[in-house]
T-cell receptor, first 117, second 114 residues
Framework: DTEVTQTPKHLVMGMTNKKSLKCEQH?????MYWYKQKAKKPPELMFV???????INESVPSRFSPECPNSSLLNLHLHALQPEDSALYLC????????????????FGPGTRLTVL | AQSVTQLGSHVSVSEGALVLLRCNYS??????LFWYVQYPNQGLQLLLK??????LVKGINGFEAEFKKSETSFHLTKPSAHMRDAAEYFC????????????FGKGTLLTVNP
């Protein structure tokens, strides 16, 4: 299984809602990532988890809250979002990113298209 | 800081023509370079990666890229374009060691005309 799955595929939410995005991989990867991608732009890194611990937070607003319940799952909890948060949210995973693994590529999921009204 | 520059935000070719998408990197150390493709409303798919084992790298779907240190380039080519190649293409660079961060270029939209 060389796939990263994401649910839901589409999500529409109001600014007062609380929702979660889910990501799953069964490749035994120990690094997982959240990216945000606006239309016609490259992905922007939000968070990195390594061995289920938050490794990088790219100064993301606290209305985005990541969670890594186990080595296969990654969640992104959303609360009090703004319309400008509307974007494609991509999850990715890689084998690991420590020494000796510099070439490990990131495998991306299909993304969740989020619209904030 | 490492970065990549993709020359041309939009490239248009005829079906059967050569595809050339340009990527230049800036790096003070040997870089780890990748090309990703993104079809409409989908995630990113790895086309190929530079591993320093060979300067000419072959990827999926008939694409290949050549690493040229003297020109700090990693251009993506395909001899004959197909309609299904129409997509957004991203060049990316990653620092070695324990750095996880991929830095993407701005992307090049490839359109293929019948």
């Amino acid at each position: 299984d060389t796939e990263v799955t994401q649910t839901p595929k589409h999500l529409v939410m109001g600014m007062t809602n609380k929702k979660s995005l889910k990501c799953e991989q069964h490749m035994g990867h120990r690094a997982m990532y959240w990216y945000k991608q606006k239309a016609k732009k490259p992905p922007e890194l939000m968070f990195v988890y390594s061995y289920e611990k938050l490794s990088i937070n790219e100064s993301v607003p606290s209305r985005f809250s990541p969670e890594c319940p186990n080595s296969s799952l990654l969640n992104l909890h959303l609360h009090a979002l703004q319309p400008e948060d509307s974007a494609l949210y991509l999850c990715a995973s890689s084998q690991e990113a420590g020494l000796g693994s510099s070439y490990n590529e990131q495998f991306f999921g299909p993304g969740t298209r989020l619209t904030v009204l | 800081a490492q970065s990549v520059t993709q020359l041309g935000s939009h490239v248009s070719v005829s079906e059967g023509a050569l595809v050339l998408l340009r990527c230049n990197y800036s790096s003070s150390v040997p870089p780890y370079l990748f090309w990703y493709v993104q079809y409409p409303n989908q995630g990113l798919q790895l086309l190929l990666k530079y591993t320093s084992a060979a300067t000419l790298v072959k990827g999926i779907n008939g694409f290949e890229a050549e690493f040229k240190k003297s020109e700090t380039s990693f251009h993506l080519t395909k001899p004959s374009a197909h309609m299904r190649d129409a997509a957004e293409y991203f060049c990316a660079v990653r620092r070695g060691g324990s750095n996880y961060k991929l830095t993407f270029g701005k992307g090049t939209l490839l359109t293929v005309n019948p």
